[in-house]
């Protein structure tokens, strides 16, 4: 098998597992920002003690996916970087203030006019930021990035290959998917019953909402992204991604308001990880359209096989220290949740200060 074609690979993997981990971390953002009624702190404490102790390792995977794009794809990491550079840009900026925003809403002053600053801050960029990611990703599949034959450099004006509606659709889309898988996994992780259903009915909305913006894209697509549209008709296997996607959307929604909580978590995952490898089929063999793909924008074999064995080097280490860390702060989540529902003489499922399951 050609080297690029493998890495391209790790590539659309990167991105499945950095939409079903640090996607879900920027829907909790979304629902930071929305909480309400009475139980709006306590939505708010279980949103961070769930993404505390692992939200800003979950950006390796994009770290990893930059980082092969800029060594094995040049072209088109330099076409994305210039062309795309306001929505990027705006998604870095996005992910630094969520960041700073979360550390300095737990270290601040905890009085009530700091504590509103920061988690504004925190809110704002996890909206967005999902947003600014999906806009990207709509201008990559629209085929208003042709390059110059002579120069062979993007053709653009920096604004309106990504300010359209296509695009805008699904940066929209990303964020209700987002959210919606924030809110499935918050329903498992989640003790207290009323805070269980109050993200429950959340989930159920977020899933009905990125339904309808599915639809809407797709609405779109042969007009703002017109050659995607020819390869999605005349790709059978994007078809059955689409079947995947439905199937798996609609049975998390069935387990959600049949409270089956964890089927729902396990098929809303799922059904993230169909819509991205979905979307890398139907772009296949292209990387950004209508003129880059994975074989005239690859480094050349010695890069690309140097860059795998790499990788593959990483992974033995990457790979079993991710795991340890969710064992470690899954075990001291529990640990901490069982303490406090001792120390009030109340069981684990009823007790409120029980944000994650022990």
Known sequence: MPPELL????VLIGLVIYSLTGGADFGGGVWDLLALGRRARLQREAIAHTIGPIWEANHVW??????LLWTCFPKVFATLGTALHIPLTLTLIGIVLRGSAFVFRSYDRQDTRSQLRWSLIFAGA????PITFGISV????????PMDPVTGMVQTDFISSWFAPFPLV??????????WLAATYLTVEVGYAPLRRDFQYRAIAAGIASGVLAFAALLLMPTGAPHLWELVGSSPIVWVFVALVSSFAAVSLIAEWLRAFRIAQL?????????VMG??????PEMVQPDLTVWNTAAPDTVQWTTLIVLGLG????????????????????????????AKGTPPDEDPQRMSKA
């Open 7 to 10: 890495v391209a690979g790790v």
């Open 170 to 179: 699904v940066g929209l889309y990303t964020l209700t998917l987002f959210a």
């Open 267 to 275: 098929t809303a995952g799922a059904t993230v990880a169909m819509v």
């Open 315 to 342: 992974a033995v280490l990457l790979v079993p220290s991710f795991i340890w860390l969710y064992r470690v702060f899954d075990t001291a989540r529990s640990a901490e949740s069982k303490a406090a529902a001792e």
């Open 279 to 284: 979307w890398g089929a139907a772009m296949f």
């Open 62 to 67: 994009l770290i990893v996916v930059l980082v």
């Open 138 to 145: 709509g201008a990559i599949s629209s085929g208003t990035l």
């Open 126 to 129: 996890s909206v967005i930021t």
